[in-house]
C-alpha cells in the first residue's frame, strides 16, 4: 500500500510538473520557429510585401541577404520579497535590511532574423539577438515574421 501511494505521488508529482512547463510554453516562439521552414520558397516580391524593407541587405555571388530586427523593452512591475528580510546586514549602511522591492524588473527582447535568398526566392531564416533565453528572443522574432505567416494557408493564425 506504501508503494502504491509512492507512485501515485511521483505520478502526480510529474503531471503537476508538465503542466508548469506547458504554462511557460510560448506560442509566438513555436511560430517564429515554424517560420523558418514555412517560408522556405517564399518569392522576394511576396517577402517584401508582407515584411516590409528590410534594415539591412547584402548581395555576395548571386545571393541576397535581408536582416530585419525587432526591439522592445519589457517591463514587469511586480514587487518580490527580498530573502534576507529581517536579518542583519554590516555591510548594508541601513543595517538591517530586506523587505519589498519597490522597483520593476526590466529586460530587453530583440531579434534579428536574416532571410538568404537565392534566384529571388528565401532558401533560408536564421535569427539571432541578444535576448536571455531561447523564448525570449523568437517571441520578439515573431514580430518579424507574424504578418507573413498570415499568407501561408496550412497555417492557422495564432490564437489571441
Known amino acids: 500500500m506504501v508503494s502504491r501511494l ?8 510529474g503531471a503537476a510538473a508538465l503542466m508548469g512547463l506547458a504554462a511557460c510554453a ?3 516562439a513555436d511560430q517564429a520557429l515554424y517560420a523558418q521552414q514555412a517560408f522556405v520558397g517564399m518569392p522576394k516580391q ?3 510585401s ?3 524593407v528590410p534594415t539591412r541587405s547584402a548581395t555576395v555571388d548571386n545571393v541576397e541577404y535581408f536582416t530585419y530586427t ?9 514587487p518580490s520579497f527580498s530573502a534576507s528580510y529581517g536579518y542583519y546586514r554590516p555591510w548594508s549602511p541601513w543595517g538591517w535590511g530586506g523587505g519589498f522591492r519597490d522597483y520593476p524588473d526590466t529586460e530587453t527582447r530583440d531579434c534579428q532574423a536574416t532571410f538568404t535568398l537565392k534566384d529571388g526566392v528565401v532558401q533560408r531564416i536564421v535569427y539571432g539577438g541578444a535576448s ?4 525570449s528572443r523568437l517571441g520578439q522574432c515573431y514580430r518579424i515574421v507574424e504578418n507573413c505567416l498570415a499568407l501561408i494557408p496550412q497555417q492557422g493564425q495564432l490564437q489571441r
Not at 509512492?6 to 508529482?13: D, E, P, Q, W, Y
Request: proline share 10%; net charge positive.
Open 26 to 28: 510560448n506560442p509566438q
Open 70 to 78: 525587432s526591439e522592445r523593452i519589457v517591463t514587469t512591475p511586480m
Open 132 to 135: 536571455q533565453g531561447p523564448s
Open 50 to 52: 508582407c515584411a516590409g
Open 6 to 13: 509512492k507512485t501515485g505521488m511521483r505520478v502526480a508529482i
Open 46 to 48: 511576396t517577402l517584401l
